[in-house]
């Protein structure tokens, strides 16, 4: 008879940005955040869901928002606890031509572009379940933690601090050590007591659309990151 046991589910690694400096060139130089993803053990005959914790180290800048996304090399051992969760699309609009209060042709824009009007269309997303409760998150008005691929194989979060639509100010983040950004929820898959490897580590692609922080002026902080594992 063939045993299963739950993996022992091991996520760490630290993405460290490029910090750009007034002179133009990039250096490899301390980083102006860390983001250290966790590392997750779930003990055979234990229940495989947990929350798992995202820690934030941040020098000397502040963050008011950001989008990563990022995915476990190793989606055989563990994953992402899903769910179905309904987000709204909101497209932005320039009228190119119009007929009294009609408009017959329109190009999509940005929302900081000068636009005419919006619309807004409910869709069915694969969310991760999260928690921001004790967090340095918690308050901020725009959190989304989705799985791109759909399985709970990846996790893309896009957060912000504060949402031009809502009334009212929320904090950004300030320069802060080791303090818990967010909580994800992480599912240890069942693997046959043969196999030698258990551990799953997080990858983050080498591109800014994977990793990108924004400060209160809105401008990037760093460029492409480094990623280097935690030892």
Known sequence: MRVYVVATIRMLIIIMAIVTYAGGTSY??????????????????????S????????????????????????????????????????????????DGQFCLDSTEVGWYDDWDYITIDPMERTGVVFDTVGTLLSGW?????????????????????????????????LPTSYAPLIHLGSRALMVPDTQAVRSTYLNLPMDA???????????????????????
């Open 28 to 49: 490899a130089q301390p980083s102006p955040l860390q983001v250290v993803l966790p590392l997750v053990d779930a003990d055979p005959g234990q229940e495989p869901d």
């Open 51 to 98: 929350m798992a914790t995202v820690n934030l180290d941040l020098f000397g800048s502040i963050v008011c928002g950001f989008d990563i996304w990022f995915s476990a090399d190793r989606d055989d051992i563990a994953r992402f606890t899903t769910e179905t969760i309904i987000v709204f699309d909101t497209a932005y609009w320039k009228c190119n031509v119009a």
């Open 209 to 231: 659309a994977h990793c990108r922080f924004w400060n209160e002026h809105g401008t990037y902080i760093g460029g492409l990151p480094e990623v280097t594992p935690d030892t």
């Open 141 to 173: 008005e725009i959190v989304r933690v989705t799985s791109p691929s759909g399985d709970g194989s990846d996790v893309r979060i896009v957060a912000v601090a504060d949402d031009l639509e809502t009334p009212g100010t929320v904090s950004c983040i």
